[in-house]
């Protein structure tokens, strides 16, 4: 708890206003009790709300890194408020009494360390016993599921088909109106990822400016769609055929049509890798409107093998309010297990239990020092990965530059064997502008570093772009988006 | 060459999808493309593919014709989407780094909404911009270029907050983008750039400044001159701007002029007061420290007088333009220009025949103009203003008076005056509210009563007989009967839980420890607690926190009732302060109570 820091606090809050709120009471004096335990691992106190009563509210440490945290008032956020502003009013050097530990906690902790070696006796139990048993699949449901779902790629198909046949040009407010319809009818077949992608080519289509830049991307969409509704059905078919055959884990096919892979099911199939220790290299929040939910995406690279992952965190808008927001890490992140979702290109990751430690200069030289050398390999590579129409579009890399210089129409990236990546700066939406930020750093920055970008290929120009998203040099991370 | 044929198929393509795969059978331009891609294909087999598909989608029937098209371009799409292209225009250069060290660790959390208030519109937007500057998160590189092109936002506190607080604490670091984004004929925000630009770089700058001074836009041009105003070897330039076409430039050329003091500053000054438009040039007077200038006006106003005496006519009219313009030039100096004033001032009010409808404007400035020399000699002349004209001076006679007269000499020599509908009347009554209004109302700790011996005890009743109400209030220190009697029939009259007077009279009633002011405060908020109560006016609050601790149970009661969210929790809040409070004498606990409720809200 000596390590309470304001910014490990921001961590835990789960949104920015409970920051904000947290800290005012703090600054307006609202806690007429501070107390801590003898043996610094709790803080416990007396915070005045609205009513007659005032909340009382604790934080224990007794596991660091978790902290756990109880309050009498009725929020569902957690930590809420009080919790939080305790713990500021401990970082920010508030005077707080020592205090016995109260009785309804310590009974608290028991139970939770009764638990916790029951959970421990038990696995290894368990683990004596024999290997856990694979998870039991109901085959009959599987093979309805299977059928509803290829009976709902067909409904798909035949939109696909129809829109193509009548062509772009022809879509009125009427159309339109069907296609939602449709997309809200796929909700029955159990391909909620499909029924993503056509609620995606509607939104598309009630764009309202710029029609000529919407065709290009509708048809981009409807070749997907269309890929989608081809290799969907024919592994379908297949696996009809076979119920006991296993799930596709070379491609992201599953969860475009829309499966939530769990973690049992990933440490089935094997998909865990032990101990592995990652970075958050940027950081970004945006707004799904085809899925319904806001996304809190994380770009981390392995700091053993380079590789770069990608975490999302999904909060649909029905249940956004009782969320976590996720934040950017500063710290390195030592994962006990990290899952590793199907997919090819910056594969989804997750982990459950992890510790930090700070982010050292050795961090960012090994960062650096992984970086992609040659942009002729890079490119092919990703050429490679976004001409299959399923693929993720906007591949993520660590690549190295010798400079970054100016041309006629902006910023590009030149390698160490003079080829150059032009530099883009609308392939992700920010209110902060690239091209205003460039200059403002010192020259050292700009030479000889390595860079974490974002790939996309213009269908219009032809043209395959960057955009730089961090700077990795060898003493510090500059982020460019967050 | 290949990938022009590519992206010409896929044109075709593009526009088969627009006009939908119904009309591909056959279609002419797709066809003509076909013995292209052929060609190609002998040396590279993927676009005999190409062709294949192509051919398959002019020949297939209408209701193929959509898979056709769909297969073709996935085709077309993914070969596409291996060409794309990385090749860069011209001959790349080294970016010109400004080399700022600011860090880039702010989370997405605090950043975000920062950089939204900054670059975005809608409220709430400044309340963001105190807090990330109170705890200094505002210090990202990020965060710089939207701060300083917040500079040109339409909402003016937010440029204000930006150019007073946040660009000065970042310092050099806005240097290059305040640099960049200046723009010699732009507006407002342009003003701003520059004035930072000399804030944080003194003299450097001086050659900009000077540019913008002579080619800029309004704004800059203004922003200039400001700036220039401290430099004597621009007096020059200054006079040239005092006589600009625009009057925006002409003023703060005067200012300019005022604080730079000099000789022919001062010359030009007084020429424009005696000019046409003097109106525009008086509070640069004003502001004026070299008093030579002001005393060159005394000695211009005298002359302007005599000639009003002479003169009729047009003449005359232009004559009293210009001793109103005078007049008003000197104040805020009377004081200090007291022994000069003053004889301008006696003969202006005692020439009878200055003292007519048409110069009213002028005796006003004067009378003033007489209070503010503020020195005996012409207090006395004001007290003897009482009874002339008709007692038309008589409220500045008062407020003269009540600088240098006892209490009761005071009163002994304007009650009287007070009685009554007249226009003298008014005037005496509006003067003391004046007096009143600074001693009861103002500063920080508003009193909402007159100090303690500075007043006849008899005025009080001259008040509640003219039925003064809020006077009375204000004047009443201790209980008498009569008093007490006057403020309860007024309660009993008109009283409303929002009304300013009924909080007045129950205060004053407090003060003086009427036996039954808590209960007619009670009975207040028992009858229209409920509805109407949107707001706690702070003297209402003072009145509840001084209650015995015996009413909160039924105050809680009456706080159960109220519509009002807001109103209901500030009324729980006291109740609760009231009930925390110790069991010690009535009157400290009031007090205890009441401090505790100060300090909340500070």
Partial sequence: MNLLTEAFIDQLAPNAGAMKNGRDLVKKNSFQVLRIAEDRTLLFGECKGSGKEPYRCSVDFIQQESPVSRCSCPSRQFPCKHALGLMYAFALGKPFEQAEIPADIAEKREKAEKREEKKKAESAEAREVAPPAKRKVNKSALLKKMNAQLEGLSLLEKLVLQTVHHGLGGIDKQTIRLFEDQAKQLGNYYIPGAQAELKELVLLLTEEDNKEAVYTRAMEQLIRLHALVRKGRSYLEERLADPDSPQDTETALEELLGHAWQLAELRELDRVKRDAELLQLSFLSYTDKARGEYVDAGWWVDLHDGTVHMTRHLRPFRAAKAMKEEDTVHAVVQAEELFIYPGDGNARVRWEKAKQREAADADYSAVKSLAADSYADVVKAVKNGIKNPLSDRNPVKVVAFTAIEKVVDGYTLRDSHGKHLPIASTIMKAPQRLEEILPLLPAEDLREQAVLVMFRHDVDTGRLEVQPMSIITERRLIRLLY | ?602
């Fill in chain 2, 1 to 602: 060459m290949s990938v022009d044929l590519l992206l010409h198929l896929q044109q075709e393509v593009r526009r088969l999808f627009v006009a939908g795969s119904a009309l591909a059978e056959g279609d002419l331009r797709l066809s003509k493309m076909v013995p292209s891609l052929r060609r190609i294909g002998e040396s590279a087999p993927v676009f005999n593919r190409l062709a294949d598909a192509a051919e398959g989608l002019l020949f297939a029937s209408q209701a193929d014709s959509s898979a056709k098209l769909l297969e073709l371009s996935t085709l077309l799409s993914a070969i596409l989407h291996t060409q794309g292209k990385t090749d860069v225009q011209g001959n790349p250069q080294p970016v010109e780094s400004e080399g700022l060290q600011l860090s880039t660790d702010l989370t997405y959390r605090r950043l975000y909404p920062l950089l939204i208030a900054l670059t975005t519109k809608g409220q709430g937007r400044l309340e963001q911009l105190r807090q990330s500057f109170e705890d200094r998160s505002f210090l990202d590189l990020r965060v710089v270029p939207a701060i300083c092109g917040a500079l040109d936002d339409v909402y003016a506190e937010i440029p204000d907050f930006v150019q007073e607080k946040m660009i000065p604490e970042i310092g050099e670091a806005a240097i290059p983008v305040l640099r960049a984004g200046l723009n010699l004929q732009g507006g407002k925000g342009d003003a701003r750039r520059l004035k930072l630009l000399y804030q944080l770089k003194g003299d450097s700058v001086l050659e900009l400044v000077k540019q913008a001074g002579s080619a800029g836009t309004t704004d800059l041009k203004i922003a200039a001159i400001e700036l220039l105003g401290s430099y004597s070897d621009q007096e020059g330039f200054l006079l040239e701007q005092s006589s600009e076409k625009r009057r925006e430039v002409r003023q703060t050329a005067f200012y300019a002029l005022a604080r730079l003091g000099s000789p022919k500053a001062i010359d030009r000054l007084l020429e424009a007061a005696m000019s046409k438009g003097g109106e525009l040039v008086i509070e640069p007077i004003q502001s004026c420290d070299e008093l030579e200038l002001h005393r060159r006006i005394i000695l211009k106003a005298e002359q302007e007088l005599s000639r009003y005496i002479e003169l009729e006519g047009k003449d005359r009219v232009s004559a009293i333009g210009l001793l109103y313009t005078y007049i008003r030039c000197l104040k805020g100096r009377g004081h200090a220009l007291a022994g000069d004033a003053l004889p301008l001032v006696k003969r202006l009010l005692h020439t009878e025949a200055f003292i007519v409808a048409d110069t009213e404007a002028v005796q006003e400035a004067a009378a003033e103009l007489l209070l503010e020399l503020n020195i005996e000699e012409a207090d006395e002349f004001g007290i003897e203003l009482h009874t002339r004209y008709k007692r038309k001076f008589i409220g500045y006679s008062f407020q003269a008076a009540y600088r240098r007269l006892t209490p009761s000499e005071l009163y002994d020599r304007y009650a009287q005056d007070l009685k009554g509908r007249s226009a003298s009347a008014k005037s005496l009554q509006n003067a003391l509210q004046s007096i009143v209004r600074e001693q009861a109302y103002q500063g920080n700790e508003k009193a909402y009563v007159v100090h303690e011996g500075a007043w006849d005890s008899r005025w009080i009743h001259v008040f509640a007989e003219q039925d003064l109400t809020e006077l009375v209030c204000v004047f009443c220190q201790e209980e008498d009967r009569e008093i007490t009697s006057y403020l309860t029939s007024k309660l009993k009259e008109r009283a409303r839980i929002q009304d300013y007077q009924t909080l007045s009279v129950l205060l004053a009633l407090f003060r003086v420890g009427y036996k039954n002011a808590t209960e007619l405060l009670m009975e207040l908020l028992r009858s229209q607690g409920q509805r109407t109560f949107y707001h706690i006016d702070i003297r209402l609050q003072s009145m509840i926190a001084s209650l015995p601790k015996s009413y909160a149970p039924e105050l809680r009661d009456i706080a159960g009732n109220m519509a009002y969210e807001s109103v209901k929790e500030q009324m729980i809040e006291l109740i609760e302060a009231l009930e925390a409070a110790p069991d010690a004498a009535a009157e400290e606990r009031g007090n205890g109570v009441w401090e505790w409720i100060k300090n909340k809200m500070s």
